[in-house]
């Protein structure tokens, strides 16, 4: 174990060694019980030792995405009760959460490859992403919900969105894990502005849900699925249209 331990920082300095070397802008954060194991596409990502899971944060330029923790409970125990936030999930009155119930869900990133993740933007948290592994499938299924209004509409949602597809398709850990053939996702068929987002990035229309599901007011909700496959994502990287 010792020398397990050793070969880790004798990683982590060599790596942050060549990270001034090459002079790559990016931010490094080394937590106490935390190695930095992996390089790769101008990101650093810390994984724990301890435990199994993927802490994982990654930061390009003022954006920042990372495991959610405890600390964060309480805020986003304020977003998912705000039913402005959360009516297009369907919940339009709000989950009417407490922050223990909350801490539960953050702490399903201590055991699962799996994620809930916190947005930052220039220090500031204004939204949350998740990613869910699926092995049978192949595939990551990913959400994004930028809780603060005053970011929405300003393009960072789809700056967002691109981070986690290269994370989600270069990730050593999550692909010798699963490898991760595509992405999907779903919005609903009434948010207009998500569909451009998702359609522009490059990801296929696979049609709406044929069966509804019905918000906390009763009323009928439909789905449009998404899917973006690794061969899209690698070919618009190699012609450097990503």
């Known amino acids: 174990m010792g020398r397990a331990i050793t070969a880790l920082w004798l990683t982590a300095f060599f790596l942050l060694s060549d990270l001034f070397i090459d002079n790559i802008k990016t931010k490094?954060?080394?937590?106490?019980?935390?190695?930095?194991?992996?390089?790769?596409?101008?990101?650093?990502i810390i994984f724990s030792v301890i435990f199994e899971e993927l802490c994982m944060k990654i930061t390009k330029s003022n954006l920042t995405i990372r495991s959610a923790t405890p600390e964060d409970a309480e805020i986003l125990t304020s977003w998912w009760n705000d039913g402005k936030v959360m009516a297009h999930a369907g919940f339009p009155l709000g989950l009417n959460m407490t922050a223990e119930e909350t801490l539960k869900h953050i702490n399903d990133n201590e055991t699962s490859i799996s994620q809930r993740c916190i947005i930052e933007i220039d220090g500031e948290r204004v939204g949350e992403m998740n990613f869910r592994i699926y092995?049978?499938?192949?595939?990551?299924?990913?959400?994004?919900?930028?809780?603060?209004?005053?970011?929405?509409?300003?393009?960072?949602?789809?700056?967002?969105?691109?981070?986690?597809?290269?994370?989600?398709?270069?990730?050593?850990?999550?692909?010798?894990?699963?490898?991760?053939?595509?992405?999907?996702?779903?919005?609903?068929?009434?948010?207009?502005?998500?569909?451009?987002?998702?359609?522009?990035?490059?990801?296929?229309?696979?049609?709406?849900?044929?069966?509804?599901?019905?918000?906390?007011?009763?009323?009928?909700?439909?789905?449009?699925?998404?899917?973006?496959?690794?061969q899209y994502y690698e070919k618009a990287r190699k012609e450097d249209k990503w």
């Open 28 to 44: 490094t954060e080394v937590l106490s019980t935390d190695y930095t194991l992996l390089k790769g596409g101008g990101y650093v």
């Open 135 to 230: 092995e049978d499938r192949k595939a990551a299924e990913m959400g994004i919900k930028i809780c603060n209004f005053d970011y929405q509409n300003r393009g960072y949602g789809t700056r967002l969105i691109k981070m986690l597809i290269e994370f989600l398709f270069s990730d050593e850990k999550i692909n010798a894990y699963c490898p991760v053939e595509k992405i999907i996702l779903d919005t609903n068929v009434n948010n207009k502005r998500a569909q451009r987002v998702y359609e522009k990035i490059g990801f296929a229309n696979l049609g709406i849900s044929k069966t509804p599901w019905y918000d906390q007011l009763g009323d009928p909700q439909y789905s449009i699925n998404y899917e973006l496959p690794r």
